[in-house]
């Protein structure tokens, strides 16, 4: 329950990186919250070290949408200051002392969540690696040293402004393959919060359009257990995700949400924080996929961490409003 009740004391937010593709859509997403007081810093000292660091630690709460070394250094700015820091960076995914910003990925990570004042928001393609493999290897399915292999797509907007900007330009490549070395950032955070042993091998793609993205993992006889079926996968995911809004699992071998009974689009889901799972299968072959669908800039970046600021905060965490009394 919900209502629209004012508040005494708003939540001080501020956004380093408010500029970026990752903080527009968060700003966007706060600034009309009656709940949330945005700290904001004059355009010519957005670069200014002390004055970020003065203006984190006045805030409750500072999210960092920077890019590695910016989030690095902030951080060390900040000390041990007990302003809540959720960094959408890579540099702080597998770290000591950090948690990670999916509160969906066990059933006692929102606790630890609330027991953090570092957090770590999750890597876009990592958000459906994770949440596919970890239930499956926690479920002994999945073996845990097994080597798993994760393709992604993505829309450009997943570079940021960099990658934006090349594909503001004619003669862009459709559609591309990169990650090719096989040592992408994400790969680490994948590794750990599926709890594998080895490292999964995750090829990573663009596509010419600006938004959403698709995961897909295959679950194949090399890295079972034992002989499963695509009911028992999907059994495993519908029951793990049972309850959580932002993590629905399609019917079996679902074939709804295809376009014209074939194509799965990597865009439906753009502007959300829900990421669909969705399993299918060919029992003769004992082959089965697992496929998550998601906004990379929504429950992939900016989505995630305000449901971790709502999660924080006290408001409900799928609307954003206070919870009645
Ligand atoms: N885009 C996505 O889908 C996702 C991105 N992320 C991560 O979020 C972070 C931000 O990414 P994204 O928004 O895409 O990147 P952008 O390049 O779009 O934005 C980065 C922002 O950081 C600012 N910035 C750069 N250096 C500094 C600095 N030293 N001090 C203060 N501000 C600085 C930039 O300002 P200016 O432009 O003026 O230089 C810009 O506003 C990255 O770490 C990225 O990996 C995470 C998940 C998904
Ligand atoms: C399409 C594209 O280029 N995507 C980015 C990852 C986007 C993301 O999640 O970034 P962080 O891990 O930094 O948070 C890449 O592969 O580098």
Known sequence: MTSNKTYANRT???IDGQHGTTGLQILDRLKDRPDIELLE???ADRKDLGKRAEIAKAADIAVLCLPDAAAKELVAALGDADTVVIDASTAHRVADGWTYGFPEMAKDHRQKLLDSNRISNPG???TGAIAILRPLVDAGIVRADSTPAVFGVSGYTGGGKE????HEQPGVEPFGLYGLELTHKHV???KKYSHLKHAPMFVPSVGHYAQGMLITVPITRDIVARKVSA???HNVLSDYYA???FVPVRPLADRKWLERDRFLRADRLVDTNTMELAVYGNEAEEQILAVASLDNLGKGASGAAVQCINLKTGVDETTGLAVAA
């Open 12 to 14: 001080k937010i501020f």
């Open 243 to 245: 309850g959580e809004t």
């Open 124 to 126: 876009c393609y990592p």
């Open 231 to 233: 009911k028992d996968v």
């Open 41 to 43: 810093l004059p355009m």
């Open 188 to 190: 680490p955070e994948m």
């Open 163 to 166: 990658l934006i900007a090349v």
